[in-house]
C-alpha cells in the first residue's frame, strides 16, 4: 500500500502517550528538541533537559524505540525521530475557592504525546565520498610539484 504521494514507506514504529497530566504547550516544548535526531541522541537529549515534561517524553521515545526493536526486527542505532507532536487531551475542571464566597475554575490539562521512529540507510554514502577526496588530495602534490619546477625554471 503506498504512502502520501506514493513515496517509500521506510520500516519504523510508534508510541502514544494518552491522558498525561502536563499541559499540553510545556510538552511540545520538550518534543520540538528531538524532531529529527537520531533515537540514541534524542534520548540522551531527554536524559537531560531540565523540563518536568522530558521525562515522560524520554519514556514514549524509549517504548517507540523498543517496539521498532522488538516487533519490527530494526536496529536500535538506525533509528530516527521521524515525527514526534503532542495533541491536547481532555481537561478536567476543578474549582478553587475564593472571597466573598465566588469560585473560580482551575484547569489541568493533560495531553496526548505520539512519537514516531523510522529506519535509516546506514551512512555509506559518506564514506565514498572521502574515497572521491582522497584521490583529490594525491593529485595535489604532482600539481605543486609541476608549479614548482616551473618557478624554479623562470628564476
Known amino acids: 500500500m503506498p504512502g502520501k504521494g506514493d513515496a517509500p514507506v521506510l520500516p519504523g514504529a510508534r508510541a502514544i502517550a494518552r491522558h498525561v497530566r502536563i499541559s499540553p504547550m510545556k510538552a511540545r516544548r520538550v518534543v520540538n528538541l528531538v524532531r529529527g535526531l537520531p533515537a540514541k ?5 531527554l536524559q ?3 523540563q518536568a515534561a522530558s521525562e515522560q517524553v524520554y519514556k514514549v521515545l524509549a517504548s517507540a524505540i523498543a517496539n521498532a526493536e522488538n516487533n519490527e526486527r530494526l536496529d536500535p542505532d538506525a533509528l530516527l525521530v521521524s515525527e514526534a507532536f503532542v495533541d491536547e487531551g481532555p481537561t478536567m475542571k476543578r474549582f478553587r ?14 495531553c496526548h504525546i505520539t512519537v514516531a521512529v523510522e529506519a535509516v ?3 555509506a ?15 595535489e602534490p604532482a600539481e605543486t610539484a ?5 618557478t624554479e625554471g623562470a628564476e
Not at 541522541?41 to 537529549?45: C, D, G, I
Open 146 to 150: 609541476e608549479t614548482q619546477s616551473k
Open 121 to 123: 540507510a546506514p551512512a
Open 97 to 110: 475557592p475564593r472571597a466573598q464566597g465566588r469560585a473560580y475554575r482551575i484547569r489541568k490539562r493533560t
Open 125 to 139: 554514502p559518506k564514506k565514498s565520498s572521502a574515497k572521491k577526496a582522497a584521490p583529490a588530495k594525491q593529485a
Open 41 to 45: 541522541e534524542a534520548l540522551t537529549v
Open 48 to 50: 537531560f533537559a531540565p
